[in-house]
């Protein structure tokens, strides 16, 4: 399916990915994780936004880039794979849900700008991990990372990932890799959330931002007291 829209110019600005997600796969299943932050420009307008979007039971969708253009791919191929399961009466693979999302990201690529994450569990091959970024290539990781935040943590997931994880081991993984970008990139921010999908479904967890490590000298989030702070 394509999108008729506005086909944007050589000239203009590179797009910009202000975010970051990452999923890693486990010796059982995969976690994806994703910050809170949504930024307009300067403008923080929601610091608790939830960047991980359903496909399908099994699978999950981390979204980066233009907001209501990552949407409207995850709103489209959730509704397909609907269609798809109620058709043939069984689970629809994680690799035919990543290859809907990168035909369509392909397809329309004068016109969206999405950096995407496809990750979910199925019987046939486990735990399964795609990168699809800005343009619609598709490729099979056993971790991948993407969003302006990513740029500050290619060397810490190069030497912390292994094969071999533990579900605690690669949540915590995530989490601090989250983390770690948080501390430097100003578009991601706020809160954490992961979602551990394996043969016995999706699990999710909240970190409040209160809670998030904090690294290279960050300030510490204010606490409320009984009154009202000023400042």
């Not at 740029?151 to 989490?175: H, L």
Request: one cysteine or more.
């Amino acid at each position: 399916m394509q999108f008729a829209g506005h086909v944007r110019g050589k000239s203009q600005e590179a797009p910009s990915t202000g975010t970051t997600i990452v999923a890693c796969t486990y010796n059982g299943g995969v976690v994806l994780g994703a910050d809170g932050r949504v930024s307009v420009g300067n403008y923080i307008s929601n610091r608790a936004s939830n960047k991980i979007a359903p496909l399908a039971e099994h699978v999950f969708l981390l979204r980066s880039g233009s907001a209501p253009d990552a949407q409207i791919v995850s709103d489209h191929v959730s509704l397909y794979v609907s269609h798809l399961e109620s058709e043939s009466q069984q689970r629809a693979s994680v690799e035919v849900v990543a290859r809907l999302v990168m035909q369509m990201n392909y397809n329309n690529k004068d016109h969206l700008v999405g950096a995407l994450i496809i990750a979910g569990y199925d019987d046939a091959q486990g735990g399964q991990v795609y990168g699809c970024p800005i343009g619609g290539t598709l490729s099979k990781e056993k971790w991948a990372i993407d969003g302006s935040g990513s740029t500050y943590i290619w060397a810490f997931c190069d030497a912390e990932y292994r094969d071999n994880f533990t579900r605690e081991e690669a949540e915590a993984f995530v989490a601090e890799a989250l983390a770690l970008a948080m501390a430097r990139d100003a578009s991601s921010g706020g809160c954490i959330r992961l979602v551990t999908v394996n043969k016995d479904g999706a699990h999710h967890k909240y970190i409040n931002g209160s809670e998030v490590p904090l690294y290279h000298e960050e300030t510490d989030l204010p606490r409320m007291g009984g009154g009202m702070m000023l400042g």
